[in-house]
């Protein structure tokens, strides 16, 4: 790995180091214990201004399913606008300040005042197209990819060549690396800040080279690849397969997606919003 991507890597801890975690996040006080991946899934139909989407949610990620269950029955939902669409990618909504929210305002930060803890059910749900996913903060400020407790986003995607999969998933290596030496990094912020202040430019060099052979031993125990059904989806159907692994997909869509494909299609200006709102008139649990 190159040198200046340790810095950086680097930099950023110590960067951290000096700020103070004011912004805790609460825990979802809806989660709940799946009962069993042989119930009935439920479904939800998300009435909008362009027609009809009807989700389903899976069971083997309760506490999403349950959270977004308990959001729809309080009318949360209920006229907040798709903010953020990109086409050939996804369409995004969830922002509870998004309601009646005049055509300056910038959106995205939205929520009901917690988070959900990641359930990765990969890769058997992955980001193919029609995929329901939620949405989250940056893994700077969170490591743990906990999911925002209400935005979520509905992949559209686009489909890619057998040749495209590869370098991608040679990309996807290198980031799943990068990854692990920023935690390695993260966990070794007292040693590097002795070393930075002490200018010992010799220490830093031993050390980066050591953790960079600590994360290229800790990559090779879990190598990266696709398997048979997300090669046949992303070649046939299409989807976002460089978000797969790191948002929680706790659902699909079962009907609806020409109006999915209206909504990405949308003409859009500031922050990839719509510049004609396009909002969720109700949702409604259906089974």
Same mark, same amino acid.
């Given at each position: ?82 903010? @953020?669409?990109?086409? &050939?990618?996804?369409? #995004?909504?969830?922002? *509870?300040?998004?309601? +009646?929210?005049?055509?300056? %305002? ?63 998933? @040679?990309?996807?290596? &290198?980031?799943?690396? #990068?990854?692990?030496? *920023?935690?390695?990094? +993260?966990?070794?912020?007292? %040693? ?71 909504? #990405? ?6 922050? +990839? ?15």
């Amino acid at each position: 790995m190159k040198k200046n991507l340790f810095f950086s890597i680097m930099m950023v801890a110590l960067t951290l180091m000096s700020c103070s975690a004011s912004n805790t996040d609460a825990t979802a006080s809806a989660a709940a214990t799946s009962k069993g991946n042989n119930k009935k899934m439920t479904t939800v139909k998300l009435e909008t201004t362009l027609g009809d989407i009807v989700v389903e949610l899976y069971n083997e990620t309760p506490q999403h399913r349950d959270n977004f269950i308990k959001l729809v029955k309080e009318g949360y939902y209920d006229g907040v606008l798709f903010h @953020r669409v990109i086409k &050939d990618f996804m369409i #995004q909504a969830g922002d *509870g300040n998004s309601k +009646n929210a005049g055509p300056e %305002t910038t959106l995205g930060d939205g929520d009901p005042g917690y988070t959900i803890e990641a359930e990765f059910v990969y890769p058997k749900y992955f980001h193919k197209r029609g995929a329901l996913a939620a949405a989250r903060t940056g893994d700077q400020i969170n490591p743990e990819r906990r999911s925002s407790g209400s935005q979520f986003y509905i992949v559209t995607g686009k489909i890619f060549s057998s040749d495209e999969l590869k370098a991608l998933s @040679r990309r996807m290596r &290198d980031v799943k690396k #990068q990854e692990i030496l *920023g935690r390695l990094v +993260n966990e070794n912020t007292t %040693t590097i800040q002795q070393l930075y202040q002490s200018q010992d430019t010799a220490g830093l060099q031993a050390l980066e080279n050591e953790l960079n052979k600590q994360a290229d031993a800790e990559a090779a125990k879990t190598p990266f690849s696709w398997t048979d059904e997300q090669l046949d989806a992303y070649t046939s159907v299409g989807g976002a397969p460089h978000l797969d692994g790191q948002y929680t997909v706790f659902g699909e869509v079962v009907s609806g997606m020409d109006v999915v494909d209206k909504i #990405q299609n949308t003409t859009t200006g500031r922050n +990839n919003r719509p510049t004609v709102d396009i909002k969720i008139v109700k949702a409604t649990i259906l089974k």
